[in-house]
C-alpha cells in the first residue's frame, strides 16, 4: 500500500478525524497576538497554570498572554540562544523537540519531567516545530499526551499526505489524539497557501485545536465558518485561507 497516491476519499477520511467539534459547556477565546503565534483556544485555557511549550523562536505572544493569567510556561528551542520572555514565570531550554533523547533532542516525555507538576490546573500543550511534530507526536506515549487538556499545535507538511506513507502517519497521529482529545478548532496558516490532493484543495499547514474530552461536553460537530471571528490571518498582506464559508 505505501506505493499508492492517497486518494480523494482517504483524504475526506483523514478530514473527519480533525473534523471540529462545538463545545457545550465553553466557549473560544484568542490566546496571544492577531497574527502568527496566537491561537484560538478553549477558555479554560485561562485557567492553565501549566504550559509546555516548544518552538517559541521569536513569536512568545502565546507565552506571555498565559503567563500574565498566572501560569508557570515552559519553553523549549533549540534555535534560538535565549527566550523573548522577561517573566519569571518563563523557563526557557536551549533543546529541541525529537522522538527520544538524543544530543539536543528530547523526546515529549522528558520534558515533561523537567516540569512541575504539583498542583498542575488544566496543562497545555503547544507546539510550532517546523515539521518535526509528525515524528515527535508518532512516538510520544498516550499516557503523556492525556496529562494535557488541552493541545495546539501547527501540523505542517500537509501537501505530503498525498503520498502514502505520509498519509498513514498522519492517520495514526490523528487517530492517536482523537482516542483522548477533541479537534474544536481549525485554521489554515496563509503563509504557505493551499496544495492540491486528488483535486481537492488543501492548506498546507494548520493550526489545529484539541480539548480532552472528558473536561467539557459537546453539542457535536460545529458548523461555524473556517476561518471564525477569532482567527487572524498568519501572514496580513494575504487573505485567509477560507476553508468552510458557511
Known amino acids: ?32 497576538g492577531y497574527s502568527d503565534g496566537g491561537y484560538v483556544m478553549p477558555g479554560i485555557t485561562r485557567k492553565s497554570n501549566r504550559v509546555l511549550s516548544i518552538g517559541i523562536g521569536n ?84 499516557e503523556d499526551l492525556n496529562r494535557f487538556d488541552v493541545l495546539v499545535g501547527e501540523f505542517h507538511g500537509l501537501d505530503l499526505i498525498r503520498n502514502r506513507q505520509s498519509f498513514d502517519t498522519a492517520v495514526q497521529i490523528f487517530s492517536k489524539l482523537a482516542a483522548s482529545h477533541r479537534c474544536i478548532h481549525i485554521h489554515g496558516n496563509n503563509t504557505a497557501g493551499f496544495t492540491n490532493i486528488s483535486g481537492v484543495p488543501f492548506p498546507r ?11 467539557t ?16 490571518p498568519n501572514d496580513h498582506k494575504s487573505a485567509d485561507l477560507y476553508l468552510r464559508a458557511f
Open 205 to 215: 499547514v494548520m493550526e489545529l485545536t484539541f480539548v480532552k474530552k472528558d473536561i
Open 1 to 32: 500500500m505505501s506505493d499508492l497516491a492517497t486518494t480523494a476519499i482517504d483524504l475526506f477520511n483523514l478530514i473527519e478525524l480533525i473534523r471540529p467539534w462545538q463545545m457545550a459547556s465553553d466557549t473560544k477565546v484568542r490566546i496571544g
Open 59 to 142: 513569536q512568545v505572544s502565546f507565552d506571555d498572554d498565559l503567563i500574565g493569567q498566572g501560569a508557570l510556561v515552559y519553553q523549549f528551542d533549540h534555535t534560538i540562544e535565549d527566550t523573548p520572555s522577561r517573566h519569571r514565570n518563563a523557563t526557557f531550554f536551549r533543546k529541541g523537540w525529537g522522538p527520544r533523547d538524543d544530543g539536543n533532542f528530547l523526546s515529549l516525555h522528558s520534558m515533561m519531567a523537567l516540569m512541575d507538576w504539583e498542583g498542575a490546573r488544566h496543562p497545555v500543550l503547544k507546539f510550532d516545530t517546523e515539521g518535526a511534530e509528525w515524528s515527535c507526536l508518532a512516538h510520544a506515549a498516550p
Open 217 to 232: 461536553a459537546f453539542f457535536g460537530f460545529s458548523n461555524e465558518p473556517i476561518p471564525g471571528p477569532l482567527d487572524a
